[in-house]
């Protein structure tokens, strides 16, 4: 059930954001702003190592946060990755075939 709702995820936010499947799956906790739905890209996974602001819909920031929500990730463990395996293991690059 897990793996569904995260692939779900995954695809809402590369279709609503345009993310880079390697900046997507090292997104951390404390790179989304539910509040003002939008997600900080830090320089450091970014593919042009610059940092930026991208906006997402109502509809993603409230998926998200179901996500956070069903693994249990609050805005106080700011460095846990969103992304996960069915094992509950960092979701790599590597992992994603399409």
């Known amino acids: 059930m897990y793996t ?3 692939d779900y995820i995954i695809m809402v936010l590369m279709i609503d954001t345009g993310l880079r499947v390697s900046e ?3 997104l951390i906790r404390g790179d989304f702003d539910l509040h003002y739905r939008q997600i900080n890209i830090r320089a450091e996974i970014s ?5 930026r602001i991208v906006p997402i819909s109502r509809t993603t920031a ?5 996500l ?9 463990e700011p460095e846990e990755f969103v992304f996960l395996t069915q094992y509950a293991e960092r979701y790599l690059f ?4 399409f």
Request: glycine share 4%; charged share 35%.
């Open 4 to 6: 569904g709702r995260r």
């Open 24 to 26: 997507m799956t090292s």
């Open 62 to 66: 409230n998926l998200l946060q179901d």
């Open 94 to 97: 590597s992992h994603l075939v």
């Open 68 to 76: 956070f929500d069903y693994i249990d990730v609050t805005e106080d």
């Open 47 to 51: 593919k042009s190592k610059r940092a």
